[in-house]
């Protein structure tokens, strides 16, 4: 059996389905991590789930397979969103918990996420369960159950969406008209239920689960996909646009005029609302997000704190700041007020209606106060797995010697008057990810177009 080790990555494991996930090594992926979760215990529970792709199934019975092999109580949740998954991680008190779900990645892509517990399993874990599959590989396990385990179906659908309904403040419906894009993925029915629970005029797009998505691709960080949601929003004139991305774990969110809002205007929104009753608090961030957000955060009252990209990541870290909130641009919102501190787009979706609703303000007018800055949405340019972290690094050499950086994810290169460049290596795609900020579209357009030119000038030198 080949051995794909690139799928092993930061925060979960994701590849081509059929090429780099065929039953046989996701059984010993099972085995692994099941082994690890029983450790030395007698028993252990493991939760699993999976989105709407259409490898989901095969690639869910294989996990099954390896972790009864290992001994371990599957409880299989069916399928849903990722945060559907990870509430019930909580819910259940697990010992861990699997997604089989490829996210935001094309049709034939899929992968896992991981919990130990309620804490993300990712880093040093996946390296090891890496080591420990190789080994699996090389000399199989028998696949039959193990004595001590079992498979058992659960629904935590009724209580996921009672406690999204009970974590929001909605006294009575709002008055206006919400359109949600569910992009055929894993999230549409339960996010449309939620929605539907709490009175809300909702206008459903494409929440109908479909692993080819046939409509557009499931990735609110590229426009391109809200092309529809935007005309939806002013066709039925309504307050607010709401999206949400294969599995669920991301939002997007458009105003009634159509103007996208990214993660970090959604975080500095959602920072202003918390740090109200909750003066002080920590907010994480990412190395992507504007910096007017994190000035925002602290001209609040806030503490905010720029971190690396990644929801394993985030989570972790906020647990160690005791954070009540955190944000990537890429759409994923952590709530730890009121919630369990995982991201989650169906509660964070609930908590913008909410905000909407008490303020009766328009995005637009609840942030007209923000500081204007040119700011570039997530670009992403293809680079090889095997090449991306080589020529951020090679990038990060060149910019140190004359140029103050950022280097705890990738390089953010500090130009004059706030404005920034950042670089850094995808760990969920073969691309480097990069965002430009300034005063104006001038010197955005200058600082983009020096830093493209050096990650090209290094690409070319280090690429075979």
Known sequence: MKFPSSIFREYDIRGVADRDLP?????????????????????????????????????????????????????????????????????????????????????????????????????????????????????????????????????????????????????????????????????????????????????????????????????PTDPHTLVDLIAKVKETKSRVGLAFDGDADRLGVVDDKGEIFWGDRLLLLFARSILRENPGAAVVGEVKCSQTTYDDIAAHGGRPILWKTGHSLIKTKMKEEQALLAGEMSGHLFFADRWFGFDDALYAALRMIELLAETGKTLGQLTADVPPTSVTPELRFPCDDTLKFAVVRAVKNRYRQTHRVIDIDGVRVLFDQGAWGLVRASNTQPVLVMRFEARTDADRDSIRAEVEAVVAEEFARLAP
């Open 23 to 219: 039953s046989s090594f996701v059984q010993a992926i099972g085995f692994a991590f099941g082994e690890d979760i029983l450790g030395d215990k007698t028993e252990a529970t493991v939760v699993v789930a999976r989105d709407c792709r259409l490898s989901s199934p095969r690639i869910r019975d294989a996990l099954v397979s390896g972790l009864c092999a290992a001994g371990c109580h599957v409880f299989d949740a069916g399928v849903g969103p990722t945060p559907m998954l990870y509430f019930a991680a909580h819910h259940m008190n697990a010992h861990g918990a699997v997604m089989v779900t490829g996210s935001h990645n094309p049709p034939d892509e899929n992968g896992l996420k991981m919990m130990r517990g309620k804490a993300s399993y990712f880093g040093a874990d996946l390296l090891r369960l890496r080591d420990r599959v190789a080994e699996l590989v090389v000399q199989p396990p028998p696949m039959s159950p193990a004595p001590g385990s079992a498979l058992e179906s659960v629904r935590v659908e009724d209580a996921y969406v009672d406690a999204l309904v009970k974590g929001v403040r909605l006294a009575t419906p709002p008055p206006f008209r919400v359109v949600l894009d569910a992009g055929n993925g894993a999230g549409g029915p339960l996010g449309l239920r939620a929605l539907q629970a709490c009175g809300i005029d909702v206008e459903p797009l494409y929440c109908e689960m479909d692993g080819t998505f046939p409509h557009h691709h499931p990735d």
